[in-house]
């Protein structure tokens, strides 16, 4: 009995921390409902001695009536299990283990040798909130390995061996990762039906532009997109017209062409830096007119990009490491009074050949103050 108090303590601490619990069983569900918000922190209350691999010792009870209730009644051999968290990471594993509890809202198996997702093995965990696959050696998903699941909101494939997006992947996701394994190719309707994805990390694959096929993102609804340290020569054009994020640096993008962004508009922050280009076509930043802040820093950049004066939210622009050789006195600031709606709160233009002090004052009128300009090289 002290040791079932002594865990429930703990877990109560994790989630909502002055709710006076009126029963066990309410206790339980306040937990479990919590879960849907707040499962990350699901391994940092197993620290203690009688530890929550076998927390209730129903047999040898100190105190009278233990608690009437049984919420893990099996648990994968060498896993933890409670409140609906099955917690199977570290363990050398080759394969999903089996006994999985129906009821499973996140199941943790990440830093195993898992390397196939077999059609049976997630079979029935229809409950299943979050599944954490990443630092495996997965290469290949069954088409029908999440047929079970509608409540799937976060899945976590990085660091494996993917050569291509699994396919009906659930809708109901919100997030998925899958960085660093080897996807040369998204194929046609990946994601489809994916209406509430937040969420879409594919950033260290050997991508490249051929690799994302037609409609490769149709019918999907997401806001923040990594594709970073991939193979893209130029930027995606058949990305969701939804994001509102959009990372590509480290990649070999050579220029910002007048159509690239076109379908972008809702656009607030576009990550370029580390990549090769040479020149902002003019008029491609008019179609993301809520941009609030754009990285372009390490390319090869001539100039500072025309069209900057005329974005009304622009507060921080990088251009640092380029090659721009001359700054003009209206290159960030409109001659327009009062289009400027938001103040610049971050211009890097260190590491250009450009001369600092030649570059009028007046050219910086329109930031909130001398620290949110970096001019000299003070990298060097
Ligand atoms: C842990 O459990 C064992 C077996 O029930 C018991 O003998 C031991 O005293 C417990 N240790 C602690 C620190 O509670
Ligand atoms: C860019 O295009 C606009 C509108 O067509 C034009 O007014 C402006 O002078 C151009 N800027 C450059 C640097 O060519």
Redo the contacts with the bound molecule.
């Keep these: 009995m002290?040791?079932c108090v002594l865990f429930y303590f703990l877990a109560l601490c994790s989630a909502k921390p002055f709710i006076l619990p009126p029963k066990y069983m309410a206790m339980t569900d306040l937990i479990l409902n919590d879960m849907e918000d707040d499962n990350d922190d699901d391994d940092e209350k197993d620290d203690?001695?009688?530890n929550s691999l076998?927390p209730f010792?129903r047999n040898?009870p100190i105190r009278p009536t233990p608690p009437p209730f049984d919420i893990f009644p099996t648990c994968p051999f060498g896993c933890q299990c409670y409140l609906r968290v099955v917690q199977c990471s570290d363990l050398g594993l080759t394969a999903i283990p089996n006994k999985i509890p129906y009821d499973t809202r996140l199941l943790d198996l990440q830093n195993n040798k898992i390397k196939e997702v077999k059609e049976k093995d997630l079979q029935g965990l229809s409950s299943l909130y979050a599944l954490f696959l990443n630092n495996n050696k997965v290469h290949k998903v069954h088409p029908k390995a999440f047929q079970s699941m509608k409540k799937l909101r976060r899945l976590y494939f990085s660091h494996n061996q993917l050569t291509e997006i699994p396919s009906n992947l659930p809708t109901s996701l919100a997030e998925l990762r899958i960085h660093d394994n080897k996807v040369k190719k998204v194929q046609k309707g990946a994601f489809k039906g994916m209406e509430s994805l937040h969420v879409l990390e594919m950033s260290a694959n050997p991508l490249e532009n051929d690799g994302i096929e037609p409609g490769a993102f149709d019918g999907l609804t997401v806001y923040h997109v990594r594709i970073a340290e991939a193979k893209l020569t130029s930027i995606p054009k058949g990305l969701p017209s939804s994001i509102y994020e959009l990372h590509l640096d480290h990649n070999k993008i050579s220029a910002v062409e007048l159509e690239d962004l076109l379908r972008y508009q809702e656009l607030k922050r576009l990550g370029l830096g580390h990549n090769k280009i040479k020149e902002v076509e003019n008029g491609s930043l008019s179609n993301i007119p809520n941009i609030r802040e754009i990285h372009l820093e390490n390319n090869k950049l001539k100039k500072v990009p025309p069209g900057l004066q005329d974005l009304k939210y622009l507060q921080v622009i990088f251009l640092h490491s380029n090659n721009i050789a001359k700054v003009e006195v209206n290159d960030f600031c409109s001659t327009t009074p009062k289009l400027k709606k938001s103040l610049y709160s971050g211009i890097s233009l260190f590491g250009n050949p450009v001369k600092y002090w030649e570059v009028q004052p007046a050219t910086f009128r329109c930031t909130l103050g001398r620290n949110s300009i970096h001019l000299g090289n003070f990298r060097k």
């Design positions: 002290r040791e203690d001695d009688n076998f010792k040898t």
